[in-house]
């Protein structure tokens, strides 16, 4: 596609953030978990306008063998086909399936099609919508002659097509450009590709595709509806990010084959002859030998690794690697494995309560007893969380790219999947008993990447060698810190202002010593693409899962910075509203990791504070006031040179 082509299509495609030009992966697709409660009247609010621009909703239990449900806003509410069967379109009864497609998500009825609001289990739903250059549906009736046109909206030429029949049972017959126009493969099957063509041997063009005469995609007078898919590179800010990636790759036979798709994706979707259709996404886990798979041809509940179909995926910062060696796992040696690949969320924030929550409070149980209080973040999509467990205990930390194991942050330990956790909109979907206190309130932190404030990346060790990691932060990172989930390892901090020569020094989290010398970091600035590791095994260690955290400032919602404190100290953040999390540490002698919130309370007097280098419990003293454009350190506070990371 030309660029004058591009920039007309990417400006039909609508504004979505300040100073952008475009849609962003967040406007127009979303995986959201939820508990099904079987009861007409749950919304599901997960920001995609149905209502307004159109679309489709996909539902799964994880949990229980339950079909994979298909509304979309063409054929209406209260009407479902299912990609794991060839069966005709179930118009459901008044107040049940999906009831309303929202200008911000959809509501659901009671779960007469037990595809979307099974009672108390694990969901999912995936949302598409219309999109130009990313998807468009459209429903036809057939006329049992090769050569049918059919006109469509995507505005750029379909790579992939799915076609089911609704007014009949009939085979989803799906083109994937890479399979050739004389060639198809099905979608509610686990068989091999071949002569399930649904185009008349013909190339779809950006306005239209042509049908054969198979009644699986063009009987006379039949019903039928088409999923379109596209790729084009007409997103984000500048109008020049492709979200989507439809394409395929050859299996080795040798683990960690890395598949280069240009973005870090949220969504994954594989086939490969004889084996399921498996789709993975970080919500629910990409995670190498942790990852889960749902099958789109199967009612089949969520698989894990190892079992059939299942593929140990783990996304990185430019694709996915495939951590196994065999077919099942999506790796066999010369085979043909058709992706499809969705591009994590990339909007720059606005506020930091879009990025940033906290919260006090005691906790009990979990979410399978009626007694479980679930933590109310109001941050959908979290990536990291820090907690510190009642008075004393921790400070913890789990990760969603580490498939929620935890790190103690003021031990060296290795990471532990004990206490294994998800996240719904509304908090914890487990919180177990080792992590309950009731016998004091608990402190959580959590937060959530986002271009330009905080980039969360898993990489491998190579000890000896000088490693570059890709990020997608966007801009130099000012704080990096790293810990191994497989070895006992202390936690390595990169900080801009830790040393004039930081790239030549690493600060360790879970210790008060000063920054010292050293290879953690390859003597290396870090870019606006990658930092670079060296020989330390804090950073690099042969072999070993390392997790990174990278923040930056952004202006109005974090700052990274450093200060020399004397008396009373002022720092200006260039918040409006003061800082509702504070990170301290001295760099000119040893010192703890001090950390204040306003959850707990940033007041004019006493203030509680946690250390991360110590489980010790909470504290009280009159170290911190509050400032609308930051903090203030206060006389009580102990003079000297201190780094700090605040979030507004």
């Given amino acids: ?87 005709g379109q179930s118009s459901d009864q008044s107040g049940k399936g999906l009831t309303a497609f929202n200008n911000n998500g959809f509501t659901l009825g009671d779960d007469w099609a037990a595809s979307m609001n099974v009672n108390g289990s694990n969901m999912v739903a995936w949302t598409f919508r219309k999109a130009p250059g990313f998807f468009d549906i459209v429903t036809y009736t057939g006329n049992g002659t090769a050569g049918k046109t059919v006109a469509h909206n995507l505005g750029s030429v379909p790579k992939m097509i799915w076609v089911k029949r609704t007014d009949t049972s009939g085979d989803w017959r799906v083109y994937h450009w890479r399979l050739g126009n004389d060639a198809g493969i099905l979608l509610n099957a686990s068989g091999n590709a071949g002569s399930y063509a649904p185009l008349n041997n013909s190339t779809p063009t950006s306005s239209q595709f042509v049908l054969n005469d198979n009644a699986n995609v063009n009987a006379n007078n039949g019903t039928y509806v088409a999923y379109l898919f596209g790729e084009d590179d007409i997103f984000g800010e500048d109008g020049d990010q492709q979200i989507c990636k439809i394409d395929r790759y050859n299996g080795t036979g040798t683990s960690g084959l890395k598949v280069d798709v240009g973005f870090e994706p949220q969504w994954i979707l594989v086939k490969c002859n004889g084996n399921p259709w498996a789709i993975m996404d970080i919500m629910r886990g990409a995670n190498g030998q942790a990852a889960r798979s749902l099958q789109p041809n199967s009612n089949s509940a969520e698989q894990t690794v190892g079992q059939y179909g299942s593929y140990a995926v783990q996304v990185t910062s430019t694709g996915f690697t495939l951590m196994t060696d065999d077919e099942g796992g999506g790796n066999a040696n010369n085979t043909v494995y058709l992706y499809m690949a969705i591009r994590r969320p990339m909007k720059v924030p606005t506020a930091g309560t879009e990025v940033f929550a906290t919260r006090s409070g005691t906790l009990s149980g979990n979410h399978r007893n009626t007694s479980f209080t679930p933590i ?273």
């Fill in 1 to 87: 596609m030309s660029g004058g082509a591009k920039k007309l299509l990417h400006a039909a495609a609508g504004t979505s953030a300040a100073g952008g030009s475009g849609l962003f992966p967040e406007d127009v697709f979303s995986t959201y978990l939820y508990i099904g409660n079987a009861a007409t009247g749950q919304s599901i609010v997960n920001g995609i306008d149905l209502s307004g621009e159109g679309g489709l909703v996909w539902g799964k239990s994880r949990e229980d063998n339950a079909n994979n449900g298909f509304y979309d806003t063409e054929r209406g509410v209260r009407k479902v086909i299912y990609s794991n069967n060839n069966s």
């Fill in 376 to 648: 109310d973040t109001t941050l959908q999509g979290y990536d990291w969380h820090w907690w510190q467990e009642g008075p004393a205990g921790g400070p913890y930390a789990i990760t969603r790219l580490a498939n929620w194991s935890f790190l103690e942050l003021s031990e060296t330990s290795s990471g532990s999947s004990a206490g294994y956790e998800e996240e719904n909109p509304t908090g914890y979907l487990n919180y177990t008993a080792a992590w309950d206190n009731s016998a004091g309130d608990d402190t959580d932190y959590f937060f959530k990447r986002a271009p330009k404030f905080m980039d969360v990346v898993a990489y491998v060790g190579t000890a000896s060698t000088i490693q570059s990691i890709t990020h997608n932060l966007t801009v130099i990172p000012e704080m990096i810190i790293t810990k191994s989930r497989s070895s006992a390892t202390n936690w390595g901090v990169y900080h801009v202002g830790s040393h004039s020569d930081a790239q030549d020094y690493i600060t360790f989290l879970n210790t008060t010593d000063a920054p010292g010398y050293g290879y953690g970091w390859a003597n290396f600035t870090p870019t606006d693409t990658i930092f670079k590791v060296g020989n330390s095994n804090v950073t690099n260690k042969s072999g070993d899962n390392i997790i990174a955290y990278l923040f930056a400032t952004l202006a109005g919602i974090s700052k990274v910075g450093s200060v020399v404190h004397s008396g009373t100290t002022n720092v200006d953040c260039g918040f409006s509203a003061g800082a509702r999390l504070v990170l301290v540490k001295r760099t000119d002698s040893t010192g703890d990791w001090w950390v204040w919130d306003t959850a707990r309370g940033i007041v004019s007097g006493n203030d509680p504070y946690l250390r991360l280098n110590s489980s010790a419990q909470q504290n009280t003293a009159d170290y911190i006031d509050p400032l609308a454009s930051g903090f203030t350190l206060t006389s009580s506070f102990t003079a000297g040179t201190y780094i700090f990371l605040a979030i507004a």
